[in-house]
């Protein structure tokens, strides 16, 4: 066995075994473990369980490489994930927290005290959480089949077990604290290499600094100038300024990632694990620390891999390298058919430009450039084997934050809150764990025939969240004469809408030769595309439910009541209702 195999199934069987220890300690033992953690988490914990919940295959596997490729018009990515989430800390975590309610279709029950929004709130939720966690899927089965050299299929296979000892066993008690042992795996996985290449590149050991800094060559020119100067002789796009789609598309695309992320039910539970209300907006500043540490990172990871991988291809300008001398991590890759070449002129060389006619590099995956660029940098074994059990790490804690969501919204607020109001704590835990092992079956089976399915995917969970769940928590909360009839009007008019518009690009549940645009071009509403159209839901969803005000009345006067105490910023709750 070569030494990078014998690190790699170091630091990934490792971590996998410290994961099940500790799904073993803090097995649940009760409702309130399952869903809550037993609301015992300190702040600090809970912020680091955040961030790991929260930073997933697409922020650890695909940002960078999104950013790698599509240069400024990536950045949505980061305004909307990253300001999407202080809106949620500062808009909605601390008033729901103060209300006391496990989920979020619980709370929209209480708000808008009608069983039909607690069940809208459901299919919702399930809607943009299988659609997520899809996403997920498939950075566990890419991972595993690249480090443990593995068919796809099979590195799937691999992942959906971890994930259903630990989540299933554990409940939210197991996934808190093995969440905290994978966001330290994830964090050193992530900047470790960072350091390496920006010291390597520019001298400079603090990446976000060595972004905007002189290559280190002594040549005076800016790495970002350079970057862009490779590019643009090639054909493609000028790095710093190649937008997406538009100005609008670009506002609409950051709103709908904002705004969805503020809407996501598996970070909002989070907030329900610690004990006050004031926990809650600590752990929120807190986590906003542990994320700020990867996000910050991101735009210097994918400006230095796309320049590395440049530089491999074309080591000196206008010399292009020879396929028979290409490097052992350009081989590792065609494995996986996430990196194919193609010989077109016969001289043998790799020819990389913008021009589908003579480009040889016919495909190269983005979810491979963060899990390559330590081997493309040539840094140490123990650095590539790091990043193969950080990239595990982001997947699997939010997979199984995800499966958790699901289960908790299907034996909470489906069954115990609707179906059988009798159900034992006993039967609802048991229920719990039998639709979480359902999910992850769904989800494999899903994440085995992706649809098509790349970073994109998790856009769409987004869109679907903030055109449904973000308006309906936020009338709740600041609208407080919003009535029962009108929430559900607009959470359904928004939804509707967001998967008409997508489904009319992607296909029907995205199934290949089922989109039907007919007459009109892609992206015909003012040029913005199916992933960013969470946004224009949302406003559907908004003005839909303040016309139906006026044709249903306000809210009860008990109601209105009962959303002036939970706004109100002293007293009140202290720990979540039991149900």
């Not at 990253?82 to 601390?94: D, K, R, S």
């Not at 595993?144 to 050299?149: A, D, G, M, P, Q």
């Not at 919204?409 to 092992?437: C, F, Q, W, Y």
């Not at 790349?454 to 903030?466: E, N, R, S, W, Y």
Request: hydrophobic share 50%; charged share 10%.
């Amino acid at each position: 066995m070569d030494e990078l195999k014998l690190y790699t199934y170091i630091a990934v069987f490792g971590s996998f075994a410290v994961y099940f220890a500790i799904a073993w300690w803090a097995r649940a033992g009760s409702t309130s473990d399952f869903y809550v953690a037993g609301g015992g988490v300190t702040p600090l914990q809970n912020g680091m369980a955040i961030g790991a919940d929260w930073m997933s295959a697409a922020s650890f596997i695909s940002m960078a490489g999104m950013i790698s490729f599509l240069g400024y018009g990536g950045s949505v990515f980061l305004m909307g994930w990253t300001g999407g989430y202080v809106l949620l800390a500062m808009l909605l975590a601390p008033y729901m927290r103060k209300h006391g309610k496990f989920t979020v279709p619980e709370f929209i029950f209480d708000r808008y005290y009608s069983k039909t929004a607690r069940v809208v709130a459901v299919v919702c939720l399930i809607i943009a959480s299988l659609t997520y966690i899809i996403g997920q899927m498939k950075g566990v089965g890419v991972a595993f089949s690249r480090f443990l050299e593995v068919e796809y299929d099979n590195g799937l296979y691999i992942g959906m077990f971890v994930v259903w000892v630990y989540a299933v066993l554990g409940g939210m008690k197991g996934i808190t604290y093995t969440q905290i042992a994978q966001y330290i795996v994830l964090i050193f996985a992530y900047t470790i290499p960072a350091v390496f290449i920006s010291l390597q590149l520019t001298g400079n050991p603090i990446p976000q600094l060595g972004l905007g800094s002189t290559l280190a060559d002594g040549s005076g020119v800016y790495l970002l100038d350079k970057l862009d100067l490779v590019v643009t002789e090639l054909g493609f796009k000028e790095y710093t300024t190649d937008n997406m789609g538009g100005t609008v598309n670009m506002f609409a695309y950051t709103l709908s990632l904002m705004i969805g992320t503020a809407g996501l039910p598996h970070v909002i539970m989070r907030f329900f694990t610690v004990p006050s209300v004031k926990a809650a907006r600590q752990s929120a500043g807190y986590a906003l620390v542990f994320i700020a540490l990867l996000y910050t990172v991101a735009p210097a990871v994918g400006a230095m891999a796309r320049l590395n991988l440049m530089n491999t291809i074309e080591p000196v300008a206008g010399q292009n390298l020879d396929y028979a001398e290409r490097p052992q991590w350009f081989k590792d890759w065609e494995k996986t058919g996430l990196l194919k070449y193609e010989e077109k002129n016969g001289d043998g060389k790799i020819q990389y430009t913008a021009d589908k006619a003579t480009n040889e590099m016919v495909k190269v995956d983005r979810d491979i450039m963060v899990l390559a660029n330590p081997a493309i940098a040539n840094l140490p074994n123990w650095v590539i084997a790091l990043v193969a059990a950080g990239g595990l790490a982001a997947a699997l804690s939010t997979a199984a934050g995800l499966l958790l969501a699901i289960s908790s919204s299907i034996s909470h607020d489906l069954m115990k809150g609707i179906l059988t109001p009798d159900l034992s704590e006993k039967n609802e835990l048991l229920a719990g764990r039998i639709v979480m092992t359902i999910s992850v079956l769904v989800a494999g089976w899903l994440g085995l025939n992706p649809p098509g399915f790349a970073a994109g995917t998790v856009a769409l969970a987004f869109g679907l969240a903030a055109s449904s769940i973000f308006p309906a928590l936020m009338m709740g909360i600041f609208a407080k004469k919003m009535s029962g009839k009108a929430a559900v009007a607009g959470m359904i008019s928004g939804i509707g809408v967001t998967m008409l518009y997508v489904f009319q690009h992607k296909g029907i549940m995205f199934i290949p030769g089922t989109s039907f645009l007919g007459d009109m071009g892609p992206n015909w509403f003012f040029g913005i595309s199916p992933n960013a159209f969470g946004s224009v839901g949302a406003v559907v969803n908004f003005a839909v439910a303040f016309a139906m005000l006026k044709v249903t009345g306000p809210a009860p006067a008990h109601i209105q009541q009962m959303v002036e105490n939970f706004r109100t910023p002293h007293g009140g709750v202290s720990e979540a209702h039991d149900h």
